[in-house]
T-cell receptor, first 110, second 113 residues
């Protein structure tokens, strides 16, 4: 079952912050975040493992609340290069592999 | 090291035909997953192979099948193609089956006419 992402799309000005949410109806072992630019393959951003650890580097970070089966991706002081579609992927230890949401389209304007 | 290689990059097929797509994972990676990407649907999981065994399967009809060889290369087959099968098919390579990052190939763009 696909995790649910919100919002579906967001438009920001350069320098503004964004939060992308991901929720699942099943218990999760891990949450992945990927970014895909138009015409390119998705690229790994980070993985959060069971334990609620917040990870990140520089201006992109994420949190994982395993009790609520939710994760959030935080983009601080967004740059033009952050534009793209963000996907969260979840693993629940069942037979459904690494399952992705429908994505969040992020547009950063100058 | 070389990334994930998918061939061919583009395919045009006619309804009713069958098609085989290929994926060569990163050297040393034993897990290969396949995804169908269409506008508005995100990345839909097809199946995952690990050491030549199908470990996981998504909710797709039996027309979609796959296999993995001893060198970890994987193929995906779609039989009796339908117009709705037109999509970008991505494969992802991982060193193990869980809790590791996935490396995606550039995909195969399949158009069914």
């Amino acid at each position: 079952q696909q995790p649910v992402q919100s919002p579906q799309a967001v438009i920001l000005r350069e320098g503004e912050d964004a939060v992308i949410n991901c929720s699942s109806s099943k218990a999760l072992y891990s949450v992945h975040w990927y970014r895909q630019k138009h015409g390119e393959a998705p690229v790994f951003l980070m993985i959060l493992l069971k334990g609620g650890e917040q990870k990140g580097h520089e201006k992109i970070s994420a949190s994982f609340n395993e009790k609520k089966q939710q994760s959030s991706l935080y983009l601080t002081a967004s740059q033009l290069s952050y534009s793209g579609t963000y996907f969260c992927g979840t693993e629940g230890g069942g037979a459904d592999g690494l399952t992705f949401g429908k994505g969040t389209h992020l547009i950063i304007q100058p | 090291k070389a990334g994930v290689t998918q061939t061919p990059r583009y395919l045009i097929k006619t309804r009713g035909q069958q098609v085989t797509l290929s994926c060569s994972p990163i050297s040393g990676h034993r897990s290969v997953s396949w995804y169908q990407q269409t506008p508005g649907q995100g990345l839909q999981f097809l199946f995952e192979y690990f050491s030549e065994t199908q470990r996981n399967k998504g909710n797709f009809p039996g027309r979609f099948s796959g296999r993995q060889f001893s060198n970890s290369r994987s193929e995906m087959n779609v039989s009796t193609l339908e117009l709705g099968d037109s999509a970008l098919y991505l494969c992802a390579s991982r060193s193990t089956t869980v809790n590791t990052e996935a490396f995606f190939g550039q995909g195969t763009r399949l158009t069914v006419v």
